[in-house]
């Protein structure tokens, strides 16, 4: 939410993606995402945040696997939940929604792309692993709307400045693949009355998404999220454009994405 002097209150919703690269120890990974939630998003998308961090996510808010498993019981809370956190346990994609705004309604995971033969020549038996996409669905106690984050990560390897590499036809399908399947389910939640946004690391510079505008949509020329100051995987997809995007570094190999919408 945003005011300016002698205007209504104007509200926003700000959307962090955070690829915190799964090497990473314990104690860099909870520095990480502090450093995201400091940042005070909405809602955020976090990649590569496997089972073993779980704990972790616990200490901000509440966590919902899917598949859904008993986690062991916490220490009673000195303090409210900040999030609703959604994790998938078979990809490392995980969404949240802060808890003083947010009420989870759905948690769910969809396929994108099964295990499959890769033509990466660092692959073990030449095999892609599967990839798949978490969805949170939230009601938004602050505008009659219901929204719903997408999180994904999809195959890496399969471009070179900003082109698909020809010599990985394989890797090009299914990553082409995988971008049809995440932009129909952006359909399909529209369709059902939803806000959508979908966070993630792409694995391919600007990607588009059809249905949803880029956060860098405006911004091409500008700095990016990894290695090369202009290299632009990360992005937070939303409603219309974004009235502000920023970078944060973290211990990560990846900067965070922010981006900030108008509602």
Known sequence: MVQTPGTLLLMTTTVASANILFKLGWRDARTALRQVLEQEPDLVALQEWYPSRLSVLRETGTVRTVPGLP????????????????????????????????????????????????????????????????????????????????????SPGVEKAGAYIVSRPLLEARHREEVRRLEAL??????????VYAAGDSNFDLQHLAGLTSAWAGREDGPGTIGSRIRKLDDVHGPGPASEVRLVHTPSDHRTVIAVRPD
Do not use: K, M
Request: proline content about 9%; overall charge positive.
């Open 71 to 154: 986690l062991p019981p916490l220490l009673p809370r000195r303090r409210p939940p900040r999030f609703h956190w959604v994790a998938s346990l078979a990809c490392g994609n995980v969404v949240g929604a802060r808890a003083d705004r947010f009420d989870l309604l759905q948690a769910r995971h969809v396929l994108l792309s099964g295990i499959g033969r890769s033509d990466r020549p660092d692959r073990f038996l030449s095999t892609e692993p599967p990839r798949l996409v978490t969805v949170g669905v939230y009601a938004d106690r602050h505008a009659d709307r219901t929204v719903a984050i997408l999180g994904y990560h999809l």
């Open 186 to 195: 952006v359909a399909e939640l529209q369709r059902a009355g939803h806000v």
